[in-house]
C-alpha cells in the first residue's frame, strides 16, 4: 500500500517512480524528475534531478522505524540525493500522514559513525542483521500528502544544481569522523635531556628530538583502528609548520604605575607541561628581537635578546629601550600579557646585572626619531648599531640645528676679496646633512649677526638664533644635483642681502 500510494504521488507530480526489483539494494524507488523549463543558456548544461528513495509504511504513530544497517549504508554512501518515505495509515487503506526525512550531511554521519563502531569492535559486524532506530516528528511531515508537496521537499531539499549537491556530499562523505583529526600517533623517548628537548621541539626552539619508538593509527568518529600501519622502533619527531598558542602583546613596566613599553609578542604553551614534573614545564614568549623562556610554575626564567643588522628606526629604538629596561640593576620588572582568546597574565621578571652597553647609541636614536619627525618622513628609515655610532655627533648637531633655532652658535669663515665690511650685519648660509641609516637629511639654514674680525681675512659670526630655510631628505643611493641646490641658495641670497652682507659657505660646505 505505501509502494502504491508513493508510485501514485509521483505520477500526479510529473516524476517517474522506478521500483527496485531487488530487495538487496537499500532503496526501493529510483525516482527522475523532468528538466525545467525556461533555464537560462549557463543552466542549459544542467542535469535533471535524481534521487533514491526508501518507502517505509506504518499504522503506527510512535515516529520511529528501525532499519538495516545494510539499506542505511547504501543511502547514506550513495553520491545521488536519498530520502526515507514514512507513510501512515492508522489502518485505513488510505494515507493519513507522509513524513520525509532526508539523508543530510547529519544523519549521514550518525550512520558512518555507528558503522565504524561495529567494525572497530569485537561484535559481530553483519550490517544486514542490524538495525538502527530513525526518528521523525512534525518537522519532517508533508504539509499535504501529496505528489506536489512531496515533489516540493525533494526539491527544496536538493537545492538549484544537483551536480552541486553531489559535490558537497561527496566531500562530507570523505571528511566526516575527521573533525578532530584523522590519526593518532603514540611515542616514547628516553632520557631527561630528550624530555626537555620534547618540550622545547613544542615550543619552536628545537628542530628535532630522538624517539626510542612510535604508531599511529587510523582514528575516525573518535575510534581507533585496530591495525597500527604506521609502527617504527626509532624515529625523530619534528613540528615545522608550529603556530603560536595566542598572540597578543606583552607589557614591560618599572611598576604597575608607569606606562611601559608595549610590544606584539607570540605566545606558545607546550601540550607537554602536563605531562611532565613541575621543573621541566616551559612557556615561550616570541617577540620581534626577544624571547623569554619561562617556568610557570616554579617562575625562573631566561631572556634573550637579538638585534639583525639593520632594524626600523622605531623598532631599534624600542629594541633598546627594552634591553635599557632589563639591565637595571637588582629591578624586579611588572609583565602584562594580553593574548586574544586568553585571560590576562600578570608575571615578575628580575633584571640582569648587566650594564646597558648602548647609552650613546640610543641618545642617538632619540634625536635620529626627532629628526625623521620633524621632516615628515612616510618611508621607513633603517638603521644600525654602528651607523649610530658613527655619526652619533653628526646627529646630535643636526637635530639641534632643525629644532633649536634660539640655539647659540658661531661662525669663522675667511673672506680672499678685498672690502668686507665688518660694521654691517651679516648672514652666513650654510648647507649641512647628515647620513641616518638608509637616508640622507640635509638642511640650509641662515645664521645672522654681527662680524668681528679674528685675523687678516678671518673674521667670526655669533648668533642666537638659526633659521632653517630648506629641509631636504632623499635615500642613500639617491643623489641631489648641485645645481638644484645651487638655485635653492641663490633663491635664499636674494631674500637677505638687502639687509645684511649675505656669506655663502655652500660651496665649502658641498665638498666636505
Excluded at 513524513?99 to 559481530?124: A, G, M, T, Y
Excluded at 516528528?137 to 526539491?155: C, I, M, P, T, V
Excluded at 597574565?345 to 646585572?353: A, D, P, Q, R, V
Aim: with cysteine.
Amino acid at each position: 500500500m505505501g509502494e502504491n500510494t508513493f508510485s501514485l504521488w509521483c505520477a500526479e507530480a510529473g516524476l517517474v517512480a522506478n521500483p527496485s526489483n531487488i530487495d538487496k539494494t537499500g532503496w526501493d524507488f529510483f525516482v527522475e524528475f523532468p528538466f525545467k523549463t525556461g533555464v537560462i543558456p549557463s543552466q542549459v548544461h544542467r542535469p535533471a534531478f535524481e534521487c533514491k528513495v526508501q518507502v517505509k509504511s506504518t499504522d503506527k504513530t510512535d515516529r520511529s522505524l528501525q532499519i538495516t544497517l545494510s539499506n542505511l549504508r547504501r543511502l547514506v554512501t550513495g553520491q545521488m540525493p536519498a530520502f526515507l518515505v514514512f507513510i501512515e495509515f492508522d489502518g485505513k487503506e488510505v494515507a493519513q500522514r507522509a513524513f520525509v526525512v532526508h539523508v543530510d550531511n547529519d544523519l549521514i554521519s550518525k550512520v558512518l559513525r555507528k558503522l565504524h563502531k561495529i567494525e572497530q569492535s569485537d561484535d559481530e559486524n553483519n550490517f544486514h542483521k542490524r538495525k538502527m532506530t530513525i526518528h521523525y516528528d512534525d518537522r519532517n511531515r508533508l504539509e499535504k500528502a501529496n505528489g506536489e508537496f512531496l515533489k516540493r521537499y525533494f526539491e527544496d531539499s536538493i537545492g538549484d544544481d544537483i551536480s552541486s549537491y553531489i559535490l558537497k556530499k561527496k566531500t562530507h562523505l570523505e571528511s566526516t569522523g575527521y573533525e578532530e583529526g584523522y590519526k593518532q600517533i603514540t611515542f616514547e623517548t628516553k632520557g631527561e635531556e630528550n624530555l626537555k628537548r620534547l618540550i622545547d621541539v613544542s615550543l619552536g626552539i628545537e628542530e628535532e628530538v630522538e624517539l626510542s619508538s612510535f604508531k599511529g593509527m587510523d582514528k575516525r568518529f573518535g575510534v581507533l583502528s585496530e591495525d597500527a600501519r604506521l609502527k617504527s622502533e626509532s624515529g625523530k619527531l619534528s613540528m615545522p609548520n608550529l603556530k603560536p598558542t595566542a598572540v597578543g602583546e606583552i607589557n614591560f613596566r618599572y611598576d604597575r604605575l608607569s606606562t611601559g613599553l608595549v610590544y606584539k609578542c607570540h605566545y606558545f604553551n607546550s601540550p607537554f607541561n602536563q605531562m611532565v614534573n613541575e621543573d621541566l614545564q616551559r612557556i615561550r614568549i616570541k617577540g620581534d628581537f626577544f624571547e623569554i623562556l619561562m617556568n610557570p610554575r616554579t617562575g625562573a626564567s631566561k631572556f634573550n635578546f637579538s638585534l639583525s643588522d639593520r632594524m626600523e628606526l622605531q623598532a631599534l629604538r624600542k629594541a633598546l629601550k627594552l634591553l635599557k629596561l632589563l639591565s637595571c640593576p637588582k629591578r624586579t620588572i611588572d609583565i602584562e600579557l594580553n593574548l586574544e582568546s586568553l585571560r590576562k597574565i600578570n608575571f615578575k621578571l628580575s633584571s640582569s646585572e648587566l650594564e646597558f652597553e648602548f647609552p650613546d647609541e640610543l641618545e642617538a636614536l632619540d634625536k635620529a626619531a626627532n629628526i625623521v619627525k620633524v621632516f615628515d618622513v612616510e618611508d621607513s628609515v633603517y638603521v644600525s648599531l654602528d651607523e649610530l655610532s658613527k655619526f652619533q655627533i653628526r646627529i646630535m648637531q643636526f637635530s639641534d640645528i632643525i629644532s633649536n633655532s634660539d640655539s647659540f652658535m658661531r661662525v669663522e669663515f675667511s673672506i680672499k676679496e678685498p672690502g668686507f665690511e665688518t660694521n654691517n650685519e651679516a648672514a652666513c648660509i650654510s648647507l649641512v646633512t647628515v647620513p641616518i641609516g638608509s637616508h640622507i637629511f640635509g638642511v640650509i639654514f641662515v645664521v645672522a649677526g654681527s662680524v668681528k674680525e679674528e685675523s687678516e681675512n678671518r673674521y667670526s659670526l655669533t648668533s642666537n638664533t638659526i633659521m632653517v630655510e630648506r629641509k631636504m631628505v632623499c635615500k642613500i643611493d639617491e643623489t641631489i644635483e648641485s645645481d638644484i641646490l645651487t638655485a635653492e641658495v641663490e633663491e635664499i641670497e636674494d631674500k637677505y642681502k638687502s639687509r645684511y652682507s649675505v656669506v655663502n659657505l655652500f660651496e665649502k660646505s658641498k665638498k666636505e
